[in-house]
């Protein structure tokens, strides 16, 4: 049933390369795919080699020295003429690929490569050099030459330039399921499927859960899940290889209804590991998916994994930066014992309030991200000051308050939404005016600032200080009732009275 759509098993790669480091590389990339590969550090010893030996693709660097890649061409093109040759290049040009493509390579590898992208680059050369030549036909080969270049460079040309659309069209989106959204449709468009799919992997729950669909009825298939160990799933992931095959009717747990259909799954790949399934279903008995269409696709799925990868990168970067800030306000709460989790709780007030107050999903977020590190600030205030049990002289007062500017300035590069800095930078305004550091009023104080405000007070109240035992709740109640329409928003104070806080 299922069956590779490109002739490459069994495949003997020459690989050219003065650079050891990198024969070494592609040499594991490579058998890793259960191919042989032999490499050369010269040339010279490559052209010996390809008289006594037939490769089914030639690997080779463009620059090299003693004989130049390009006069490697040249030489294993006489020798040769029915092996596919493809270049290896770090700095890839327009010219470059016309002059390599009009004296017979197929394509050309760009240094730095990614795995999947050697795979595509190989399996597209192995699988034309078998449709348009058998081994061993010299004179064909040579005599329909100029032709043939003539063609490859116009196919070459067109491939980029599709190539460089996806590029862009990618360019344009940068959430993740926009980015998964664009590449089935793109996908979609270039073999001209009926139906396609993204599948994502859930680690948690054991699932592949589909994302995104096109073509089925989209309620009914949104958020299906399968086994990971369902085949055809399992293998595609596990090998990190697309399948393409004719599916039955009803296959896949509904996703190919009828049949016999072609379907293509390939994996998309972060971090080394397939965790995204691009599924295309072709048309009842309807045409293959060319070969030119299937490279490009599969090198859709290349660069949309990039892109992924960009943005797990990013994620994790974030989320470091972002632990270790919740570690220095950890450090900053414990340097004073009576304000020990005191960040956190706050946070779990406030995200109270909010939801007594049916705030949007939005609000409650930037609460929950932003609340544990409202008073990161006071890391740039004195021991002396920050811990200091009586009151405060005028000049300490005002270094307290900067914690609220500093602690914007040191969350500045994070570029976070501006509902999270307002926690950050507006937790003491008052509702009357009357609070810091800009004095706002009313509802220019921003909602969630607001809501922290309460939640804030709220807690000082109820916790013990080395100058006072914690008050009752009935006590902080009243006290926050007090303060209602001056220091506080009169509609965040009512919703705090009916919330979870105040029993028990
Ligand atoms: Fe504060």
Redesign the pocket.
């Known amino acids: 049933m299922q069956a590779a759509v490109l002739p490459i098993e069994n495949l003997r790669i020459m690989l050219v390369d003065d650079d050891e480091n990198v024969r070494e590389a592609l040499t594991e990339i490579l058998s890793r795919r259960g191919w042989l590969v032999e490499d050369f550090s010269t040339a010279e010893s490559a052209i010996a080699a390809l008289k006594r030996q037939h490769y089914g693709v030639i690997l080779a660097d463009v620059n090299m020295p003693g004989l130049s890649g390009m006069d490697f061409l040249h030489l294993a093109r006489e020798s040769a003429p029915d092996v596919p040759v493809v270049m290896i290049t770090g700095y890839p040009s327009i010219d470059l690929a016309v002059e390599s493509i009009k004296f017979g390579a197929v394509d050309f590898l760009q240094k730095p490569f990614k795995a999947e992208e050697l795979e595509i680059v190989i399996r597209k050369a192995a699988g034309n050099a078998v449709r348009t030549s058998k081994p061993g036909d010299k004179t064909r080969a040579i005599g329909t030459l100029p032709e043939m270049a003539r063609k490859r460079l116009e196919d070459k040309i067109k491939e980029l330039s599709i190539l460089h659309t996806i590029s862009e069209s990618l360019d344009e989106v940068s959430e993740k399921d926009d980015i998964f959204r664009k590449t089935m449709d793109i996908a979609q468009i270039i073999a001209d499927s009926d139906m396609a799919f993204i599948m994502v992997v859930e680690h948690d729950n054991g699932k592949l859960v589909v994302r995104a669909s096109s073509g089925y009825d989209s309620q009914e298939m949104a958020g299906a899940g399968f086994s990971l160990s369902e085949e055809p799933f399992r293998g595609v992931l596990d090998k990190r290889c697309y399948s393409y095959y004719m599916a039955k009717g009803g296959s896949l747990g509904g996703l190919v209804p009828d049949g016999p259909r072609p379907v293509l799954l390939a994996p998309m790949i972060i971090n080394r590991e397939a965790v995204v399934i691009l599924g295309l279903v072709g048309r009842p008995g309807g045409a293959e998916i060319s070969g030119d269409a299937l490279t490009l696709v599969l090198n859709l799925t290349a660069k949309a994994s990039l892109k992924l990868e960009n943005i797990a990168l990013s994620e994790n970067i974030f989320s470091s930066i972002i632990g270790a800030l919740n570690s220095l306000i950890n450090a900053l709460d414990a340097r004073d014992t009576y304000t020990r989790d005191h960040s956190h709780r706050v946070t779990r007030y406030a995200v109270e309030i909010a939801k007594a107050m049916e705030c949007p999903q939005e609000v409650v977020d930037s609460i929950s991200f932003a609340g544990p590190l ?2 990161i ?2 890391i740039g205030v004195r021991d002396e000051i920050l811990l200091k049990k009586g009151g405060f002289t005028d000049e300490e007062r005002e270094i307290m308050k900067t ?2 500017v500093r ?1 914007e300035e040191i969350l500045r590069p994070l570029n976070l939404l501006v509902s999270e800095k307002a926690v950050v930078l507006y ?2 305004e008052r509702w009357d005016g009357g609070g810091y550091p800009k004095g706002l009023a009313g509802c220019e104080i921003p909602l969630v600032a607001r809501i922290f405000s309460v939640a ?1 007070t709220f807690d000082a109240m109820t916790s013990t200080r080395p100058y006072r035992q914690a008050l009752s709740l009935e006590v902080a109640k009243e006290e926050i009732v007090r303060c209602r329409g001056t220091q506080f928003d009169p509609e965040v104070v009512d919703a705090f009275i009916v919330s979870e806080l105040l029993k028990g």
Request: hydrophobic share 10%; net charge negative.
């Open positions: 409202h008073d600030g006071k914690h609220v602690g937790h003491h804030d």
